[in-house]
């Protein structure tokens, strides 16, 4: 099954920014929604933010103010993740999620690595 393409990970040191991209097979506008999600060391893969079209995006608690989630309106295929003032808790592999609907399984990437260096 073709699935969701991440990129942008790697290391950063604390106070640093990062921006993860999420490249889809085809037009993000054919999904009911997408978000990002993160999976730290020995935890639960929790959700970080997503966006609804025409709704607005939302995030966790722990990320917001630092973390946004944007398109791209000219490639059409790609979601961002730019993530400011990134902290040692922020360090995980983040994954990126394509709601199908009620009647097809979500899409999953692969996972970026984000490293966040104290």
């Known amino acids: 099954q073709v699935q969701l393409v991440e990129s942008g990970g790697g290391l950063v040191q604390a106070g640093g920014s990062l921006r993860l991209s999420c490249e889809a097979p085809g037009s993000i506008l054919d999904f009911d929604a997408m978000a990002w999600y993160r999976q730290a060391p020995g935890k639960q893969r929790e959700l970080v933010g997503g966006i609804r079209f025409g709704a607005p995006t939302s995030y966790t608690d722990s990320v917001k103010g630092r973390f946004t989630i944007s398109r791209d309106n000219v490639k059409k295929n790609t979601i961002y993740l730019q993530m400011n003032s990134l902290n040692p808790e922020d360090t995980a592999v983040y994954y990126c999620?394509?709601?199908?609907?009620?009647?097809?399984?979500?899409?999953w990437g692969q996972g970026t690595q984000v490293t966040v260096s104290s």
């Open positions: 999620n394509a709601d199908q609907g009620a009647w097809s399984a979500p899409l």
